[in-house]
């Protein structure tokens, strides 16, 4: 024993090197299934939006502001009350738009730097790319929408110091930001994916989600050039994308990733157990699923009162267009207040715990023929624009059950306004993730003037405590979110958005 | 080769003095009855060697005649004699009355407590039996002066936090624990729980750790001292993790004499004294009709289980009361001790079996415990020593009550609505007797499984039912050992080597019966579990097993000489640990049958079997010499250097260099200080050194790739599942950081021992101690996008971590000691108060951090509570609209008299003040967040009475904490009055209503409109206490009696009690810890010796 301690004594000092048990950074990116991994990996990301989050999911930042929906419970985001800087759920929407848009960097990053001979495939490595610039697009998109100046960030940071606190952003820098990368993006990518990986970004995606931040950039000062650029964008979009025969097609967990698709989240389910109270970082059990409880009251919701559709919503449809059956339902039950929200719903595919494989549709071809027509009539042209909102009506009367006739309604129009267009889109789009940002954008463009609706313009909101006009002076118009205080608290460099 | 210069230095300092030895030989009896004291020892001054007296007290040993011989025993005054041409010298010691002569650990040897320089407590055997805890931690609460402890419950396996002066970082601030020499390690102790590992979660990581106490592993019977070491000079020869102090555990010997038998035997049993008092169903129903009457927004959301109109009215249900069945009444304890112990000169020998049994004052938990240990040394030649300390342990334990289902202790129970039945005498006979949480069945079977809860929406668990079909045991193993070689080859000069190993095993096993899903208010469908079917399923079965295992190896050279007055000792030593951890688990879902014996995962039912490995490991590595000087006893110099090397940071990071100094002044042996007849000793010390912390997430100096995130792609309707297919990803939660390194404490300490009299000792201490380089998590805003999910606000984030930090603790420590006697009548008073001041100093860029709970601020101490302050209730009308013209409340939807009104105490932040700045801003927002409280104790403090008279003996202990702060949970879950369905506390009878406006508490109202549950200092109450912690009366039949009753020695019987009462200005259950108080007990027992 004695021995042995002399022998340790004398011995090197390499008991010390005790190797990392996995990978690291530094041994990771060697291999085309490596990279492909982390690709993977980015895409898990957007589970951080959509997933139940421990009963603290977030889907109810950009389903409560519309004039679509509205619920009993007194949220803050429901009733423009009380909106603070330190809400959770927007330091949450924050922080993880963040961390997707820095996987994006982390790949565009080390594709760069990829050696040569890693990739076997040419083509992949353009589509990695590809595929990284559109979801840090999607972040950019996302970030103007909801917080309006927020740190374009476009390279990983990796220490300390003053690279830790970007600059807010001015004017529609963010929107500039995806729109560069996306006009890349849709040269990268390929124009569909073999069977196994559909729901990959695509060029269509790609052109699709550029059209869309063009004719917000429209609407925010960008005038008639964005608008012929975004038609532009539109018009290569594939053939093959079209829309579904059905509409209910859209909201299909059987029928995912369809014709009409342009982007979606794939909510999935982990194999042998996914644990809904632990984010898709915990290992095999994170959870994949994503979440619509809020609308049918499914045990995970716990009672609370549901999102359920506004009067304006209610009252928004012609009597006997087939879209009211898969859009809403009576329901006498208190916490749905009369009406119950089906969209998501109706043709869902729930685990046991209410929690849904159903893919929360991000980006579709129902939603880009509305922003063409808008494109269409703001440059002046009428009869493209009356076409692309008569094909959305023209589908709303067909998606009747099978072996019934088309509906009557909604009839096609004879003329196309911007307040059809606007109609229009309440009703096609009522319960996505498109109505409060649409109805920012077109205040901006002057299309409406939000400072004059009153709660009656609402709905009204169900919401006792509905200060919209309060909040609508104390942003100066603006209606971002705050700032998370975080955020703020640790990066001098940032302006609180008004209000706040 | 820096090492072995080093060693070659130790060589040339021994000096080679050769004097004639002659060899002297005599008898130590004790001075009041003459008696021979058996294993007294006889030592040359200035060296190791010496001998110790036989079982006749006498001795033999040769010295030359200029030594000095010094002859001790415990608890005799010390006496030194000069040989000279003497050849017999017998000697009676006299009894001590002070505390100077207690030998006190200090780590590779002791010393007596006169010639320490540093700052350590140490706590006896004596105390330590009297702890009725199967932890030896909880015997040092209270008992030694800068040491805090937190009990952390009744289960008798549950963990005490236990904090040496103040609190040093927000990382790990757990002390290091050494058991005879082996530095305990346990993976989830350290940063790993914090950070994860080796792509385990942090979440999973705590999980596997969770609950079990490995000191619990510990027989406290077998311990013969704990030392605390608290200063850097102390803990320094532990450098590596030795920054938060050292726990020494000294473990008992054999002493020279014939076998010695012992057996202690000990019984008790344990009653937690305090429940809830909560409302009846009639006072519930009409809180919670008044709740939502007040809220016409909300009205109508009433649940139909309150309704009286209703079919689905629950409230002409009887009152049932949850909490009383949950208690174990009277739980026993028992404890076996069994110890045989003796020793020639040459060899002595410890052995030791014990039994404990000790069940939860909760029901359905218990540990078992069988420990035996055995230590033997022997001396092969004159100049070769060797020995073994051995120690197995095995320990059962069930934990249903808790831990396993996620339970929330008396606090859950409260809060149960009073209708929900516990018992069901007409169910199934599957659910055993107990009531269903839930209504269930099939819309259209076999899909369209639905459940609803059936006691109204807040129907809880019926954990009854759940514990009378589910189990969870933990089997637990442990295999301590330490064998060494010692060769003197000159006298004084030492070498030593030692090799250690601990090694620990923990199973657990879980069984979940299928129809438990009755008991559960968010069950699986049990067709998912494949309930129906040829092969029913009967439940699901896991497993799981880990394994600790701790090698140390050590090296150690020595040399003590005596030059005439001048008194050196050196020490040098070479230490390697290295760790690994690694274990599995394994679980289905299918399982067809029970036995106790056998259960498998089934071969065919691979689809529904889980397993999963876990790793990870480390090294470390230290070098440490220290050089003890001290000339004549009156001036003593300790200095130590050490260099530590962890695995946990880059190469060119790994190593730190520690140095500690401390030097005493014996002020009464000065000429001058002579006349002074009444201060017997007087001692001034002080010492300043620098410790390190390597605790820090595993390999954060890498940026590890985690293979977690998983997505699906390929879902279309022609795959015709909506799941699509898997794939597993990859991402880098953070960056590489190669700069970290060690985080370092710096101590210094001033302070002087006195004996007045020879019978009062006091010894005062002031202590500064300074954290640098804390490893913290760097904290970025979120736009650089580290952040990770979590469930509370802010999320948490995946910071990368570097050394930023600093934090200071100060205080003073004060002991007190008397003994005295009148008459046959022996007393002893003992008392000691430490006080701590926390401050943090510097941070990452000095932003706060933390929640409400535990914040992190310059200025402030560590984890301070951080909340909104109570102003008052809006008593009417007038009150309201009065705030309302000076003060927008931004968190609120609506105020009307009966709510809670805040104070507006700071604004927004502006240029020079970047977090908020002090001072009304006419609005209550976030910002008016402010310090309202602290976790940290300002100071603890414990003092004892000890009596005898003839044979009998009393001692009665008391132990308390002030100026410490928390958030009530118990009375928030009890008073918030806006859960659905939650039972609430009687104290909400006296809610504020129209009638009764001069309420302490505020209305009722469904959907808090006025945010009055908002985290404020509503809920935050003084937990400071003082409990009357131990209390023992004994007697000790006569030596004359016992020995003719039989064969014993001694005979002694005691009945005490513990936590006899408390007195606390803490309105919850206890103020240490609400979910699970700790019990009162009541106990008797019996030592034999033969």
């Not at chain 2, 090296?555 to 040098?572: C, E, M, P, V």
Request: aromatic share 14%; with cysteine; glycine share 8%.
């Amino acid at each position: 024993m004695l021995l042995t301690g002399l022998v340790i004594f004398f011995a090197c000092e390499d008991r010390l090197d005790k190797p990392p048990l996995g990978d690291t950074e530094e041994t990771f990116f060697t291999t085309q299934d490596n990279y492909e991994s982390a690709v993977l990996g980015m895409y898990a990301g957007l589970t951080y939006w959509y997933w139940y989050n421990n009963n603290n999911c977030i889907h109810m930042l950009w389903l409560l502001p519309g004039d679509d929906m509205t619920t009993k419970q007194e949220w803050p985001f429901e009733s423009f009350n009380a909106i603070t800087p330190d809400d959770y759920r927007i330091n949450y929407y924050w922080d993880m738009t963040y961390a997707i848009n820095t996987r994006a960097n982390i790949i565009l990053e080390k594709v760069e730097q990829a050696a040569e001979g890693v990739y076997l495939d040419a083509d992949l490595k353009n589509w990695h790319r590809g595929e990284a610039l559109f979801i840090r697009a999607l972040c950019s998109f996302k970030l103007f929408s909801w917080f309006g100046a927020a740190p374009v960030i476009t390279a990983r940071v990796t220490g300390l110091g003053e690279q830790t606190k970007p600059p807010s952003s001015t004017g529609t820098q963010l929107l500039d930001q995806a729109i560069t990368d996306l006009t890349e993006a849709a040269t990268l990518l390929p124009d569909n994916w073999e069977d196994k990986y559909i729901g990959r970004a695509t060029s269509n995606a790609a052109y699709g989600l550029l059209g869309k931040c063009l004719v917000t950039r429209a609407c925010y000062g960008g005038g008639n050039a964005d608008y012929s650029d975004a038609i532009e964008a539109f018009n290569n979009i594939s053939s093959d994308v079209q829309l579904t025969p059905q509409f209910y097609s859209n909201f299909d967990a059987y029928n995912e990733n369809n014709e009409e698709s342009l982007f979606e989240f794939q909510a999935s389910e982990a194999p042998g157990f996914d644990n809904i109270w632990l984010s898709n970082d915990f290992g095999s059990i994170g959870s994949m699923l994503g979440f619509f409880g809020y609308f049918n009251n499914v045990w995970s919701w716990w009672g609370n009162p549901c999102f359920v559709p506004t009067d304006k919503l209610l009252n928004a449809f012609e009597t006997g267009d087939p879209r009211i059956d898969e859009t809403f339902r009576s329901n006498a039950d208190a916490v749905f207040n009369g009406w119950e929200f089906i969209k998501y719903t109706n043709h869902d595919s729930q685990n046991w715990e209410g929690c849904s494989h159903n893919n929360n549709r991000i980006l579709r071809y129902g939603d880009i023929l509305l922003l063409r027509a808008e494109a269409y009539l703001q440059t002046g042209n009428a009869a493209a624009a009356l076409a692309d909102v008569n094909s959305i009506r023209e589908r709303a009367r067909n998606s009747v059950p099978e072996g019934n006739p088309p509906s009557a309604v909604p009839a096609d129009l004879a003329t196309v306004a911007m307040q059809d267009i606007m109609d229009e889109r309440l009703r096609e789009l009522a319960g996505e993730e498109e109505r409060f940002v649409d109805l920012k954008r077109w205040h901006a463009a002057g299309y409406v003037n939000l400072g004059n609706w009153s709660a009656a313009d609402w709905g009204p909101s169900l919401n006792a405590s509905f200060d919209f006009a309060g909040w609508f002076a104390a942003t100066q118009g603006d209606m971002m979110f705050p700032i998370p205080t975080d955020e703020v608290d640790l990066n001098p460099n940032i302006t609180q958005n008004k209000g706040y | 080769m820096k090492k072995s210069i080093t060693f070659l230095l130790i060589f040339l300092l021994c000096g080679f003095q050769l004097f004639a030895q002659q060899t002297v030989t005599g008898t130590i009896t004790d001075a009041t009855d003459g008696t021979p004291l058996i294993g007294a020892t006889i030592m040359l001054r200035g060296t190791t060697s010496g001998s110790i007296t036989d079982i006749n007290g006498k001795y033999s040993l040769s010295a030359p005649a200029d030594a000095v011989l010094t002859f001790s025993y415990v608890g005799f005054v010390t006496q030194e004699i000069q040989v000279g041409n003497r050849t017999t010298i017998d000697v009676s010691l006299v009894k001590s009355t002070t505390q100077l002569e207690e030998l006190v650990v200090i780590g590779y040897g002791s010393r007596q407590r006169r010639d320490v320089t540093s700052a350590i407590s140490s706590v006896t055997s004596e105390d330590l039996v009297k702890t009725n805890s199967m932890a030896p931690e909880l015997a040092m609460q209270g008992r030694m002066s800068g040491v805090y402890v937190q009990a952390s419950g009744s289960e008798p396996y549950s963990r005490p936090t236990v904090r040496v002066r103040g609190t040093n970082t927000w990382g790990i601030a757990d002390p290091l624990y050494v058991i005879d020499g082996v530095p305990i390690s346990e993976y989830g102790a350290g940063a790993e729980a914090i950070y994860g590992a080796g792509g385990t979660s942090a979440a999973a990581i705590q999980d596997l750790r969770h609950p079990i106490n490995i000191m619990s592993l510990i027989n406290p019977n077998d311990i013969e001292s704990i030392s605390v070491l608290k200063d850097a000079t102390a803990a320094a020869i532990y450098g590596v993790r030795a920054a938060n102090g050292v726990i020494l555990i000294t473990t008992k010997k054999g002493k020279i004499g014939k076998p010695v038998v012992e057996f202690n035997f000990k019984y008790g049993i344990q009653n937690i004294p305090q429940k809830y008092d909560v409302l009846n169903v009639d006072d519930y129903v009409d809180l919670f009709q008044e709740m939502f009457a007040n809220n016409p927004d909300q009205a109508d959301l009433l649940p139909n289980v309150f309704r009286p109109d209703s079919a689905e009215y629950l409230g002409d249900m009887p009152t049932t009361d949850w909490q009383t069945p949950f208690l174990n009444k009277n739980a026993p304890l028992q404890d076996y001790n069994l110890k045989v112990s003796g020793g020639t000169e040459n060899t002595n020998y410890y052995i030791s079996v014990s039994y404990n049994d000790t069940e939860s004052p909760y029901i359905n938990s218990w540990q078992k415990r069988y420990a035996l240990s055995t230590n033997i040394n022997t001396n092969i030649t004159k100049f070769l020593r060797t020995g073994v300390n051995y120690r197995f342990v095995y320990s059962d334990i069930l934990d249903d009550s808790n831990n396993q289902f996620g339970g929330g202790g008396m606090q859950e129970m409260a809060t149960q609505p009073p209708w929900q039945p516990i018992y069901n005498s007409n169910a199934p006979e599957y659910q055993k007797g107990y009531m269903e949480a839930i209504n269930y069945g099939y819309t259209n079977y076999p899909d369209g499984w639905w459940a609803e809860r059936k006691w109204g929406p807040a129907g809880g668990m019926n954990r009854f039912g759940e514990m009378a079909l589910n189990e969870s045991t933990y089997s637990l193993i442990r295999n301590l050992g330490t064998a060494f070689v010692e060769l003197e080859p000159l006298q004084g000069l030492k070498f030593k080597g030692t090799l250690s190993i601990d090694w620990f095993y923990n199973r657990r096993n879980e069984w979940s019966d299928i129809y438990s899903f009755v008991f559960n208010i968010t069950p699986t469908d049990p067709l998912t579990l494949g309930e129906d079917g040829v092969d029913d399923s009967i439940g699901s079965y896991g497993e799981r097993h880990l394994r600790n295992t701790n090698i140390i190896s050590e090296f150690s050279a020595s040399y003590t000489k005596t030059f005439g007055d001048h008194n050196i000792d050196l020490l040098f030593n070479f230490m390697d640990q290295q760790f690994q951890y690694e274990g599995i688990s394994g679980s289905s879902d299918q399982i067809f049958a029970r036995t106790e014996d056998f259960i498998g995962f089934g071969s065919a039912m691979n689809e529904y079997t889980n397993t999963q490995n876990f790793k990870d490991h480390y090294a470390l590595q230290g070098i440490m010499g220290r050089v003890g000087y001290n000339y004549a006893n009156k001036y003593y110099l300790d200095a130590t250097v050490r260099r530590d090397g962890s695995s946990r940071f880059a190469e060119e990071n790994r190593w730190g260099t520690f140095p500690a100094f401390s030097a005493a002044w014996r002020l009464s042996a000065e000429s001058f200080m002579q006349n002074l007849t009444w201060l017997t000793d007087l001692k001034i010390r002080g010492g300043w050194g620098q410790l390190g912390n390597q605790e820090t997430k595993a390999f954060a100096y890498l940026s590890l790739v985690s293979r977690a995130p998983h997505y699906a792609f390929g879902s279309t309707a022609a795959l015709g599942d909506p799941r699509g297919l898997f794939y597993y990803g990859a991402a880098l939660p953070d960056y590489p950081n190669e700069d970290l390194t060690w985080e370092k404490t710096s101590t210094t300490n001033i302070g002087f021992d006195a004996n007045l009299f020879t019978a009062l000792d006091i010894s005062l201490e002031y202590y500064y101690k300074f954290t640098d380089g804390i490893l913290q998590d760097s904290r970025l805003p979120g736009s650089i996008g580290t952040s990770t999910p979590g469930n509370v606000n802010p999320p948490p984030a995946n910071q990368p971590i570097a050394n930023i930090a600093q934090v200071k603790n100060q205080g003073i420590e004060l002991s007190i000691g008397y003994r005295g006697s009148v008459g046959d009548l022996n007393y002893s008073v003992n008392g000691n108060l430490t006080t701590v001041n926390n401050e943090v100093v510097k941070m990452y860029e000095d932003t706060p951090m933390g929640d409400e709970y535990g914040r992190i601020e310059v200025g402030y101490p560590v984890n301070y509570l951080w909340a909104y302050k109570m102003g008052g209730i809006f008593r009417d009308a007038t009150e309201v609209t009065n705030y309302q013209a000076k003060t927008t409340d931004a968190t609120v939807t609506r105020q009307e008299p009966g709510d809670v009104w805040f104070k507006d105490v700071n604004g927004a932040p502006d240029e020079d003040h970047p977090f908020y700045t002090e001072g009304a801003d006419s609005t209550v927002n976030f910002y008016d967040r402010t310090y309202v409280g602290k976790t940290i104790p300002g100071f603890f403090y414990g003092f004892s009475f000890n009596l005898e008279f003839k044979g009998f003996d009393l001692s009665a202990f008391f132990q308390g904490v002030g100026d410490i702060q928390a958030f009530n949970n118990g009375k928030w879950a009890l008073e918030n009055m806006n859960n659905l369905g939650n039972n609430q506390s009687t104290s909400t009878l006296e809610r504020w209503t129209p009638t009764n406006t001069g309420a302490d508490l505020p209305r009722a109202i469904y959907g808090d409109p006025g945010n009055n549950n908002r985290t404020s200092d509503r809920w935050i109450e003084n937990a400071g206490y003082l409990r009357f912690a131990n209390l023992q009366f004994g007697y000790t039949v006569p030596t004359a009696i016992a020995s003719r009753i039989g064969v014993f020695q001694n005979l002694r019987v005691w009945v005490g009690g513990s936590n006899l009462f408390i007195i606390t200005p803490w309105t919850g259950l206890d103020p240490e810890n609400d979910g699970i108080p700790s019990p009162r007990i009541f106990n008797l027992g019996v030592d034999m010796r033969f």
